[in-house]
């Protein structure tokens, strides 16, 4: 008789994993607490526009790349996806200049070098290392945390060059790396493009990754993909069951015994695929001593493994005017205004409306967002303590935001709707995301690969899938590791034949 695996959390990892236990053989049973499935991979409607939480970009878009069979494999790429790809990773204005960080990495070399001359030296590195780091691919293969040293030397050997840039960048922070930069606008563009925390490498890697024809937007965004990934697993035969939160789970005997729903329902399975945020597995479900200390270092040095999350404002633009604004992320500088405490001297926004399936004319959306470390989670959970202060403050900075895009594009002037504000709470309260953050940790360690295993210590039958066992994290990590999940139950079954 198959049997059967249970995967608590319906996210890219959840979805995943449950799609590749399918089709080794396993009966799946899928529990997600959200009344549908897709984590921090959503959509939603407000007021009759498209909200896009998620998706800008996704990684392995390129029918050439081995992370591209993946996501074929989870049903999203049909033979006729339509795929967006912005112009630039992103675009500043500032000191009567326009700097863009084109695709097109010689276009943006020669805009960048013209404009700041006094950078030619850091910029030409900079290029060049983006150049290069096109080449490095996304191991799709196994788990890098099972690769033993002489593997991962034989990999390091492999490209010595690109293993030294992501060493490099690894060892210093996007706001320290920007600091560098002589002219402002240079400086503001890379300071602005992601939390200061994160490693310089961030940069350099998502830049690489619009460079290399990788990064694109998959018509149809968040919504449809999740849709095509259930569709997936359903067909497969998986059962999913939403509106279903593990309230407890009993260990015993080196393994776990059985889990309890929140409506006290209790399931027992052969194996069980935690596809839930780890923080919450480890510190509220099953204690801390089944942690690994790779992920244990994760917790304890937030500074060597920062993590990022943002705030966010949604605006529909109430006009189907034609309009002048630009697309992609577009970085501008404006009145200083605070958030989180802090004093935010630029407005980053992104218009939505390359896919005519989602942002129709008259309902197209900007969203307008302020990068946060994970350490700003603490304001965000202390003011929401009190609903009324916590509203107000998350619409305070939305109107802070729409009167600086008004002021910079007079033509969107009474025709910006707030539709919604997300803070790190929101996504915490979502997903039970740990610290409200959205993206896995990153290495400012100088190492830049960090893997977790997706076995778990002591416990026999409990595997982990989850963005947060690979550096980066991301939607590529998630589905990744749902993959790799179900590869080391497979590993474990062999090892006991
Ligand atoms: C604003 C924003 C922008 C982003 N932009 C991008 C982007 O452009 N490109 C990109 O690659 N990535 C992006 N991401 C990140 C991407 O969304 C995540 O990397 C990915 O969705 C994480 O998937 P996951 O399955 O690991 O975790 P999650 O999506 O968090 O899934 C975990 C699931 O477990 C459920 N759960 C938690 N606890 C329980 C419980 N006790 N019982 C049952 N279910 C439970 C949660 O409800 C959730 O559905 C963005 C995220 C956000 C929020």
Request: net charge positive; proline share 4%.
């Given at each position: 008789?198959?049997?059967?695996?249970?995967?608590?959390?319906?996210?890219?990892?959840?979805?995943?994993?449950?799609?590749?236990?399918?089709?080794?053989?396993?009966?799946?049973?899928?529990?997600?607490?959200?009344?549908?499935?897709?984590?921090?991979?959503?959509?939603?409607?407000?007021?009759?526009?498209?909200?896009?939480?998620?998706?800008r970009f996704l990684a392995?878009c390129q029918?050439?790349?081995?992370?591209?069979?993946?996501?074929?494999?989870?049903?999203?790429?049909?033979?006729?996806?339509?795929?967006?790809r912005d112009p630039y990773l992103c675009?500043?204005?500032?000191?009567?200049?326009?700097?863009h960080l084109w695709s097109d990495l010689?276009?943006a070399?020669?805009?960048?070098?013209?404009?700041?001359?006094?950078?030619?030296?850091?910029?030409?590195?900079?290029?060049?290392?983006v150049a290069?780091l096109q080449?490095?691919?996304?191991?799709?293969?196994?788990?890098?945390?099972?690769?033993?040293?002489?593997?991962?030397?034989?990999?390091?050997?492999?490209?010595?060059?690109?293993?030294?840039?992501?060493?490099?960048?690894?060892?210093?922070?996007?706001?320290?790396?920007?600091?560098?930069?002589?002219?402002?606008?240079?400086?503001?563009?890379?300071?602005?493009y992601?939390?200061?925390?994160?490693?310089?490498?961030?940069l350099l890697q998502d830049y690489a990754l619009y460079a290399s024809g990788s990064a694109a937007f998959?018509?149809?965004?968040?919504?449809?993909?999740?849709?095509?990934?259930?569709?997936?697993?359903?067909?497969?035969?998986?059962?999913?069951?939403?509106?279903?939160?593990?309230?407890?789970?009993?260990?015993?005997?080196?393994?776990?015994?059985?889990?309890?729903?929140?409506?006290?329902?209790?399931?027992?399975?052969?194996?069980?695929?935690?596809?839930?945020?780890?923080?919450?597995?480890?510190?509220?479900?099953?204690?801390?001593?089944?942690?690994?200390?790779?992920?244990?270092?994760?917790?304890?040095?937030?500074?060597?493994?920062?993590?990022?999350?943002?705030?966010?404002?949604?605006?529909?633009?109430?006009?189907?005017?034609?309009?002048?604004?630009?697309?992609g992320l577009?970085?501008?500088?404006?009145?200083?205004?605070?958030?989180?405490?802090?004093?935010?001297?630029?407005?980053?926004?992104?218009?939505?409306?390359?896919?005519?399936?989602?942002?129709?004319?008259?309902?197209?959306?900007?969203?307008?967002?302020?990068?946060?470390?994970?350490?700003?989670?603490?304001?965000?959970?202390?003011?929401?303590?009190?609903?009324?202060?916590?509203?107000?403050?998350?619409?305070?900075?939305?109107?802070?935001?729409?009167?600086?895009?008004?002021?910079?594009?007079?033509?969107?002037?009474?025709?910006?709707?707030?539709?919604?504000?997300?803070?790190?709470?929101?996504?915490?309260?979502?997903?039970?995301?740990?610290?409200?953050?959205?993206?896995?940790?990153?290495?400012?360690?100088?190492?830049?690969?960090?893997?977790?295993?997706?076995?778990?210590?002591?416990?026999?039958?409990?595997?982990?899938?989850?963005?947060?066992?690979?550096?980066?994290?991301?939607?590529?990590?998630?589905?990744?590791?749902?993959?790799?999940?179900?590869?080391?139950?497979?590993?474990?079954?062999?090892?006991?034949?």
């Open positions: 008789m198959n049997k059967t695996v249970m995967i608590i959390g319906g996210g890219v990892a959840g979805l995943s994993a449950g799609i590749h236990a399918r089709q080794a053989g396993y009966k799946v049973e899928l529990y997600e607490m959200n009344p549908g499935v897709g984590g921090q991979c959503s959509a939603w409607k407000r007021k009759g526009y498209h909200i896009d939480n998620c998706l392995g029918n050439t790349e081995p992370l591209y069979e993946v996501w074929r494999n989870t049903g999203i790429f049909p033979d006729d996806i339509r795929l967006f675009c500043i204005e500032m000191n009567r200049n326009t700097l010689e276009r070399r020669k805009e960048l070098l013209k404009a700041a001359p006094e950078d030619k030296t850091a910029l030409s590195t900079f290029f060049s290392n290069k080449r490095a691919s996304i191991p799709c293969e196994s788990s890098q945390a099972d690769a033993g040293v002489i593997k991962r030397f034989h990999a390091f050997l492999a490209d010595p060059a690109v293993s030294k840039i992501k060493k490099d960048y690894s060892s210093i922070t996007l706001g320290k790396y920007a600091d560098a930069f002589k002219n402002e606008a240079v400086r503001t563009m890379f300071r602005s992601a939390a200061n925390t994160l490693p310089a490498l961030t998959p018509a149809g965004g968040s919504a449809v993909m999740i849709s095509r990934m259930r569709d997936r697993l359903e067909t497969l035969g998986g059962r999913i069951y939403t509106s279903s939160r593990v309230q407890s789970i009993s260990c015993a005997h080196n393994g776990i015994r059985d889990v309890t729903l929140s409506d006290g329902k209790k399931i027992k399975a052969d194996y069980y695929i935690w596809a839930a945020d780890p923080y919450s597995l480890f510190f509220d479900h099953i204690g801390t001593r089944y942690l690994d200390p790779a992920l244990r270092a994760v917790y304890e040095h937030p500074d060597k493994y920062p993590a990022s999350t943002g705030f966010q404002v949604f605006f529909g633009i109430d006009t189907d005017e034609e309009l002048t604004l630009p697309s577009f970085i501008f500088p404006c009145e200083p205004f605070t958030a989180a405490g802090r004093t935010c001297k630029v407005c980053r926004i992104r218009l939505s409306d390359s896919d005519v399936s989602l942002f129709s004319r008259e309902r197209r959306v900007l969203r307008c967002s302020i990068p946060e470390s994970a350490s700003q989670f603490s304001f965000w959970e202390q003011l929401a303590s009190d609903k009324d202060a916590y509203h107000t403050e998350k619409y305070r900075i939305g109107q802070e935001m729409r009167e600086r895009i008004e002021k910079r594009f007079p033509a969107l002037k009474d025709h910006l709707v707030i539709l919604n504000t997300c803070s790190p709470v929101t996504f915490s309260r979502w997903c039970n995301a740990y610290q409200g953050c959205y993206k896995g940790f990153r290495c400012l360690d100088g190492r830049a690969d960090h893997s977790i295993p997706n076995t778990v210590r002591h416990l026999h039958n409990l595997f982990l899938a989850s963005q947060w066992l690979q550096s980066g994290g991301g939607l590529h990590s998630a589905v990744l590791e749902g993959k790799f999940a179900v590869q080391a139950i497979q590993k474990h079954e062999q090892g006991r034949r």
